[in-house]
């Protein structure tokens, strides 16, 4: 074949709307080089057979900016590449059943106005208004998005891959892409049924068969990718006389319904309806093992299945009794893929160098246009607009077994418009990895949470507290545990906690050049041998990538510690700067350590009693000691923020040490604490967690986090000339901390500030704290705002309460004398 590309830039594999808007995204970056592979005809895959709708609606930051950036894509798209498309922005209405909902849809409105959209509440009227055909009786209220709609998804994807051919890019249908090679230089060779392509990069867009695809990437430092197939259907309607009259009447489709807490969409389809149930007697395909996913599925369905959903096409038929009167026309039955949490994998292929994944889509056609987006932008930059922490494929690590993905993904789809409450556990697939003492921890009444797939108290229930999911079910601040935190929290102020923190992410650092290495990539100074400090990491924008702790045992000797979820991003980070010549090593060894934390004003008599170490050490230094005749590495910080240490023991030993701790603290008012507690402590002491706080969306200096940056430094660390440039040219949002006259609930993240009628700001976490006695929020704010005093409002689920900016200090013992105890 003459025309056979044998180079490229980029190589796609799988032609449906990711595929596709990816290549365009690509092309439109410049990148025109690129080459798409399609096993069989484009959209074989999922694609052909979608719905098509095109919400706004989320609760994730990261997601309503990609749907948000689809529907503007989409609405310009046909013009811009000359490609008519059947895309009806009808707007849709997300009807509440409860207080709870309306509060969802409030947070999701006020995050929509922060993205430049007028998303509406309505109420009983107000929904009928706009669709006469419905019961309402039974409702609470709506949300309204104007944006939301439907897509032909094959015309979609023709559109993205006729404009991509247009700028140069080339797609190749049945081409099956079987394998892939890596060079000596990291690049890659694709193989296809029809020839080789060199190229640059690879991305793995294959849809439901992106685990098969996957496995390629193995022998070059590749995992399973954590992903599972279930089987969705909608229904659709013959046509009904009644809605055919009101559309050419009105001119218009009706808008989109979702009554998302019976958990079905419905659609108006020509002149009938289009009605999708999420089932939670869902069935999940392929299941018994990733081999059953066939080799081709093109353009196939599975047979009906309306037994599964027809309660809840029964119900649709109650809430718009008009569709009853029409019979069922046709029933699709086609596979979409899910990860463990329902959002997709976009972004570097985790342990592979020069390999991208833009697969396992949910809800492909919705986020088809700002993946492709994300991708192009992950590739070509290295960096993306938006933090894609979300749907970054390094938020999984090794635990996502099959049972895991399969588990996790039947219960997302059975749950997929549920609330998703700040206090729930979503209860499928626990106890991937346990600390040695988790049994221990359980027996004293430990509610456990999952970080980076670890078992971790959220907070320790007393006997009668009900630890049921039911009572999580709550925006609010209240519930069984409230009571609980407050007396965890007053242990660690009054007497001591303890808190089991397995997990701890570790990298140990070794060798020559390992301190230059750190000074040339961090924004400020290294600790000197003996001390413990804070490092911060930006990228060439000056924004902040993430925060390690760094204890120095010697000149060239390090660990770096870090969040549990972070374990593969940061590792990653540290190697893609790693020198191919450096002389020294780095070692992943977070499962060879575990780590307790003990805070507060007795911990020091506490350890006096059982371990030789010299307890007069200040304030961020650390020793080798031993715990009877346990080794430990005593730290001593305090995340919450009172006199204490972190012990880190070999995981082998926790047990003994852990018991040892124990007892001496029992006379000392020692106190087992959670998570949920620390979060507490943590935030009053202005402590900034990773991907809410700290993230790429933020500069250092917005984060204002410039006692860390040192422009002074020879070494040019990333980030340094954009940072330079910004403290001149002055930061356009400063962070700062708030003290919130809130009601029932603390701010969540990316709730907006107000000042005067304007949107003047973000929330990026809140909390109530029991120390100070009041509701806490962090957040980035216009910097002429950022002086304490300042009286702003800050708007939570919908109602805005005063909110007045804090001095630039700890809420908590702002001089640091009791962490200095
Ligand atoms: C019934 C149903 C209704 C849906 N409704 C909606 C909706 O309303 N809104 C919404 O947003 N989403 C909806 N979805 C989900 C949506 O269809 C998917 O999320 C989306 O199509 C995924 O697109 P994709 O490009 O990632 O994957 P796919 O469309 O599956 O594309 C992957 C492509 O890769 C190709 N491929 C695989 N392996 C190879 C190889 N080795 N070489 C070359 N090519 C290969 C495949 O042939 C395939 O064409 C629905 C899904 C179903 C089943």
Redesign the pocket.
């Known amino acids: 074949m003459s025309d056979f590309p044998t180079k490229a830039r980029v190589v796609i ?8 808007s990816s290549l365009y995204h690509l092309a439109k970056k410049g990148w025109t080089e690129c080459v798409l ?18 919400p706004t609606f989320s609760t994730s930051w990261a997601v309503m900016n990609m749907q948000r950036y689809s529907t503007e894509l989409y609405a310009r798209l046909g013009d811009e590449v000359d490609y008519p498309m059947n895309y009806h922005q009808t707007g849709s209405i997300r009807l509440a059943h409860s207080k709870e909902r309306m509060q969802e849809f409030e947070r999701a409105k006020g995050m929509g106005k922060q993205q430049g959209m007028d998303l509406e509440i309505l109420d009983l009227d107000e929904i009928k208004a706009r669709y006469p055909f419905i019961e309402t009786h039974d409702l609470a209220g709506a949300l309204y998005d104007p944006n939301d709609g ?1 897509i032909d ?1 094959a015309q979609l ?1 023709q559109a993205l891959a006729k404009g991509a051919r247009d700028m140069g890019a080339k797609i190749l249908r049945f ?4 394998g892939v090679t890596q060079q000596p230089d990291d690049t890659w060779i694709v193989h ?1 049924e029809k020839g080789d392509i060199a190229c640059d990069y690879v991305v793995n ?6 685990q ?2 996957g496995e390629w990437f193995k022998p070059y430092g590749g995992r399973t990718v954590p992903m599972m197939v279930m ?4 229904v659709l309607t013959d046509e009904i006389p009644e809605i055919e009259a009101y559309s050419k009447e009105q001119g218009r489709k009706l808008p989109l319904l979702r009554d998302v807490d019976v958990s079905y ?1 419905f659609r108006q389809e020509k002149h009938g309806f289009n009605i ?1 149930p999420y089932e939670p007697n869902c069935k999940a395909e392929w299941a018994g093992s990733p081999e059953e996913v066939p080799n ?1 599925f ?1 353009f196939q369905l599975w047979s009906d299945d309306l037994e599964r959903i027809e309660d809840i096409v029964a119900d649709s038929m109650e809430r718009v009794p008009l569709s009853a009167s029409a019979g069922i026309s046709r029933i ?6 899910y990860a463990p949490d329902g959002l ?1 994998l976009i972004g570097p292929m985790p342990g592979v160098k020069n390999a991208f994944e ?11 246009g700002g993946a492709g987006k994300v991708l192009a932008e992950w590739i070509v930059d290295g960096v993306t607009e938006w933090d894609m922490w979300a749907c970054d494929p390094r938020r999984y690590t090794d635990y996502t077994d099959h049972d895991y993905c399969v588990a996790k993904g039947m219960e997302v789809y059975g749950n997929e418009y549920a609330m998703h409450f700040p206090w729930h556990r979503w209860p499928a697939a626990p106890d991937k990895k346990l600390s040695p003492i988790h049994d221990r921890v359980k027996a004293l009444g430990g509610v456990m949470g999952a970080y980076n797939g670890w078992e971790r108290a959220n907070w320790y229930a007393q006997a009668g507290d009900d630890t049921s999911e039911d009572s999580t079910h709550t925006w609010g601040r209240s519930g069984p545990w409230e009571q609980r935190i407050k007396e965890e929290c007053e242990a660690v102020r009054d007497a001591a906690g303890i808190l089991d923190l397995p997990g701890f992410s570790r990298y140990r650092l070794q060798g020559e050049g390992a301190a230059e290495f750190l000074r040339g990539l961090c924004t400020g100074g290294i600790p000197k041998v003996g001390r413990i400090g804070l490092l911060y990491f930006a990228d060439d924008r000056g924004r902040i990538v993430t925060e390690m702790s760094a204890m120095r045992l010697d000149e060239d000797f390090f660990f770096l510690i870090t969040a549990a979820t972070a374990e593969w991003h940061d590792w990653e980070w540290l190697q893609k700067h790693m020198p191919a010549d450096a002389k020294f090593t780095m070692t992943n060894v977070t499962k060879e350590f575990s780590t307790q934390i003990l805070s507060g004003p007795k911990s020091r008599d506490i350890l006096a009693e059982i371990s030789n170490a010299d307890l007069s050490q200040g304030w961020l230094t650390h020793q080798s000691a031993q715990i009877g005749e346990t080794w430990v590495q005593l730290v001593r910080v305090s995340f919450a923020g009172e006199l204490g240490w972190e012990i880190h023991s070999k995981v082998e030993d926790t047990a003994t040490v852990y018991d040892m701790v124990m007892d001496a603290g029992a006379k000392h008012g020692l106190k087992p604490f959670g998570m949920w507690a620390l979060n507490s402590l943590r935030i009053e002491k202005g402590y900034r967690a990773w991907k809410g706080d700290l993230s790429t969306d933020y500069s250092m200096l917005q984060g204002g986090l410039d006692r860390f940056v040192k422009l002074d430094k020879p070494q040019d660390f990333p980030g340094k000339a954009a940072i330079q440039n910004e403290k001149q040219q002055g930061v356009t949002k400063r962070f700062c901390t708030l003290i919130v006259d809130a009601g029932d609930c603390d701010a969540p993240y990316m709730s907006s500030i107000w000042k005067d009628g304007q949107i003047v700001g973000e929330t990026t976490s809140g909390a109530w704290g029991y120390r100070v006695g009041a509701s806490i929020a962090l957040g980035m704010i216009r910097p002429d705002l950022a002086v304490p005093g300042t009286e702003v409002e800050i708007e939570i689920y919908g109602e805005k309460f005063r909110a007045v900016v804090q001095e630039d200090q700890p809420l908590w013992d702002p001089q640091n004398e009791r962490l200095r105890a």
């Open positions: 594999i799988g032609g449906g709307v990711v595929g596709a592979l399609e096993k069989n005809e484009l959209t074989a895959g999922s694609t052909w057979h979608a719905a098509g709708n095109v439907d998804p994807t081409t099956p892409a079987t296809t867009a294959a849809g439901y068969y992106a098969q695809v089987s969705h259907q909608y969409y999708g081709d093109s699709i039955n086609g596979p979409i893929p997709p833009n697969c396992v889509f949910t809800f492909g056609i919705a986020q088809g």
